[in-house]
């Protein structure tokens, strides 16, 4: 298990990443990462356009099909 400080960055707070994490990750200065809610706390990974837009339809659909997906789950 790796651990970083939570620290002030301007007005903010941010946590560095270690670059054993980075390298995990993937990721290097400047690129996004995305948080993930998570039965055991929360996730981090890299940030994937392609996901996002892909959960954003899902998130389309399941509200334009709220009654009829909710009718099937009973």
Sequence with gaps: MEKSKVTTVGSSIGIVLPKSIQA??????????SFIETA???EITAY???FEDQM???????????????????
Excluded at 24 to 33: N, Q
């Design 56 to 74: 954003s339809a899902a998130r389309k659909v399941m509200d334009d099909f709220r009654n009829s997906l909710n009718e099937l789950a009973k």
């Design 24 to 33: 995990k990750l993937h990721v290097k200065k400047g690129d996004m990462v």
């Design 40 to 42: 055991h706390g929360v």
């Design 48 to 50: 994937d356009p392609e």
